[in-house]
């Protein structure tokens, strides 16, 4: 995204975390939403960066992606590297349901390392792997899953052919400009 600066723009540095098992396409959405492209990832090791200048309104949003690897051998490190962040993106893999259900605890550890209030995005990747039937039951238990854990939203798409990119990205931009007036 190209953002144009005029003198009087505020410029908001901010850390969002990208968070849920291996291999849901979490580096994948990423590479996607930096150069609209489909690039196939190389498995993460550790962590990757990505940053990103967001215009909400008046201010621009300068959000530092912090790509964690899922993998278990990586888990220990997480609550380190998830604190200090504004908002959060969990991420599933809608070809399988069961990587929601590993959710909660990533959620835990984001909430417990950063204000309670945090705001987090729900991600269910991967769209174009599904039918008419299986994106029922995706829509019905993504839905229920942001009402039972308290999240900002969910939406559903596909780092592979675009379809529904954009926007849980400019929602939790939103939501943490939001939650930075609050804080004021
Ligand atoms: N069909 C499909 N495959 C995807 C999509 N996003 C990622 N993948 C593939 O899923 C695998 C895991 O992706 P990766 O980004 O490494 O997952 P991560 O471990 O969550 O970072 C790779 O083979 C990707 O090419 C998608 O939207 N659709
Ligand atoms: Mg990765």
């Known amino acids: 995204m190209k ?3 005029f003198a009087d723009t505020s410029i908001l540095t901010v850390k969002v975390v990208v968070a849920g098992p291996g291999g849901v396409g979490k580096t994948t959405l990423l590479k996607r939403y930096e150069t609209n492209n489909f ?5 993460t090791v550790g962590i990757n960066f990505l940053v990103m200048d967001q215009e909400v309104g008046e201010t621009v949003l300068r959000i530092a992606y912090w790509d964690y690897a899922g993998e278990d051998r990586f ?3 997480f609550p380190g590297y998830c604190q200090g962040s504004s908002g959060a ?11 929601l259900s590993e959710l909660p605890e ?3 550890m984001i909430r417990e390392h950063n204000d309670p209030d945090i705001p987090i995005v ?3 990747n991967k769209l174009d792997t599904t039918n008419d039937k299986t994106r029922e039951l995706i829509v019905k238990s993504a839905g229920n899953f942001v009402k039972e854990y308290n999240l900002s939203g969910y939406y559903l798409c ?16 939103i939501l943490i400009i ?3 007036k609050r804080q004021r």
Do not use: C, N, Y
């Open 89 to 99: 993106l969990v991420a599933f893999d809608t070809s399988r349901i069961q990587t």
């Open 178 to 180: 939001e939650s930075k």
């Open 75 to 77: 888990r220990s490190l």
């Open 3 to 5: 953002t144009k600066f």
């Open 106 to 108: 990533w959620l835990r």
């Open 39 to 43: 690039i196939p990832a190389v498995s």
């Open 158 to 173: 596909s780092a592979k052919t675009g379809e529904g990119m954009e926007s849980p990205f400019a929602h939790l931009g």
């Open 122 to 124: 729900l991600i269910g």
